[in-house]
T-cell receptor, first 114, second 110 residues
C-alpha cells in the first residue's frame, strides 16, 4: 500500500532539547511539506521541498530545520529556538505540477514540550 | 480578511439530510480547490478536488465551484453520524503553497 508514514505518533520533550520528526512516503511524489496545526487555526506551512536536495521556507520556518537527502524522506527538526513547539505536526506530499495535484497527509506527530 | 474563510460551526444536521459546507477565498488567481475531512485527533483526509466551475460528484459528495463569486462548497447527501468531523477547505493558485481554512465542524445527529 502506498502512503505516508510519520513517527513517532506522540513525542514528549523537555524545553531546550532539539527533536526530529520522521516522514517517509512511498507514493513516488516529488513534493513534500511540513505543516503544524494548532487548535482554532488553519494548517500553517513550515517548509516544503520540490525535489531532492532542495527545500524552501514556508510561513513559519523560524526555529525549524529540514533536510531532503532522499526522495522518500523529509525529516523535520524542531530546535530549541522554536518558542512554542507544542503542536500537531503534519507531513504531506503531492505529485509535481504546482498545485493542480492533490496533497496527501501522513497520520501526524503530536509533540508536547514541557 | 482571511485568504480562505469557513464558518467554524458546528453545523448540525439530522441523519439522512443534506449537509452543505461553504468556503470563500480571496485570491482570484486560485486554480485548485480541495476538501478534506479531519476526524478529531487525526490527520486530514482528501475527499474531493475540483478545478473548474460547476459541480463534481463522487458518491454522496458533491463539490461546487463558482470562481466568479469566489466560493466553493461541499454537499454531503444522506448524511451519516460517521460524517461527523471537521471539514477543511484548501485552495492553491498554481504554486506549491496551499492555503487552508480553519474548518467547519459538522455534527450529524442520529
Amino acid at each position: 500500500d502506498g502512503g505516508i508514514t510519520q513517527s513517532p505518533k506522540y513525542l514528549f520533550r523537555k524545553e531546550g532539547q532539539n527533536v526530529t520528526l520522521s516522514c517517509e512516503q512511498n507514493l513516488n511524489h516529488d513534493a513534500m511539506y511540513w505543516y503544524r496545526q494548532d487548535p482554532g487555526q488553519g494548517l500553517r506551512l513550515i517548509y516544503y521541498s520540490q525535489i531532492v536536495n532542495d527545500f524552501q521556507k514556508g510561513d513559519i520556518a523560524e526555529g525549524y530545520s529540514v533536510s531532503r537527502e532522499k526522495k522518500e524522506s523529509f525529516p523535520l527538526t524542531v530546535t530549541s529556538a522554536q518558542k512554542n513547539p507544542t503542536a500537531f505536526y503534519l507531513c504531506a506530499s503531492s505529485r509535481p505540477g504546482q498545485g493542480t495535484y492533490e496533497q496527501y497527509f501522513g497520520p501526524g506527530t503530536r509533540l508536547t514540550v514541557t | 480578511q482571511k485568504e480562505v474563510e469557513q464558518n467554524s460551526g458546528p453545523l448540525s444536521v439530522p441523519e439522512g439530510a443534506i449537509a452543505s459546507l461553504n468556503c470563500t477565498y480571496s485570491d482570484r488567481g486560485s486554480q485548485s480547490f480541495f476538501w478534506y475531512r479531519q476526524y478529531s485527533g487525526k490527520s486530514p483526509e482528501l475527499i474531493m478536488s475540483i478545478y473548474s466551475n460547476g459541480d463534481k460528484e463522487d458518491g454522496r459528495f458533491t463539490a461546487q465551484l463558482n470562481k466568479a463569486s469566489q466560493y466553493v462548497s461541499l454537499l454531503i447527501r444522506d448524511s451519516q453520524p460517521s460524517d461527523s468531523a471537521t471539514y477543511l477547505c484548501a485552495v492553491n493558485r498554481g504554486t506549491y503553497k496551499y492555503i487552508f481554512g480553519t474548518g467547519t465542524r459538522l455534527k450529524v445527529l442520529a
